[in-house]
Nanobody
């Protein structure tokens, strides 16, 4: 599975962005797709994940109510809609694919495949 992340950019606090994660060669069947972020000098942090074949979703507490993860099956794409962005959301955002169970989705070590990352900068 090859993943392509896109959609990052510069946005003012309170603004919105939508990130996309597309599989280039295969489908996401049997995987959960997660979004993580990594700020300079910090560890990779879980943001949100969903099960491709089903309705399970999971969010980090820091983004609940502001971010929404969703999927578009025909486009083989997972989205991360980010609203009410804050300066502390600034990071490189990565998407990954895992076959792990729900309880493991927040752990980056459980992800087999990663996209290349897309920069999100929240600044006035």
């Amino acid at each position: 599975v090859q993943l392509q992340a896109s959609g990052g950019g510069l946005v003012q606090p309170g603004g919105s962005l939508r990130l996309s994660c597309t599989a280039s060669e295969s489908t996401f069947s049997n995987y959960a797709i997660g979004w993580f972020r990594q700020a300079p000098g910090k560890e990779r942090e879980f943001v949100a994940a969903l099960r491709w074949s089903g309705g399970d979703t999971r969010y980090a507490d820091s983004v609940k109510g502001r971010f929404t993860i969703s999927k578009d099956r025909p486009k083989n794409t997972v989205y991360l809609q980010m609203n009410n962005l804050k300066r502390e959301d600034t990071a490189v955002y990565y998407c990954g694919a895992t076959r792990g169970v729900f309880s493991s989705w927040a752990s980056p070590s459980q992800y087999y495949y990663w996209g290349q990352g897309t920069q999100v900068t929240v600044s006035s």
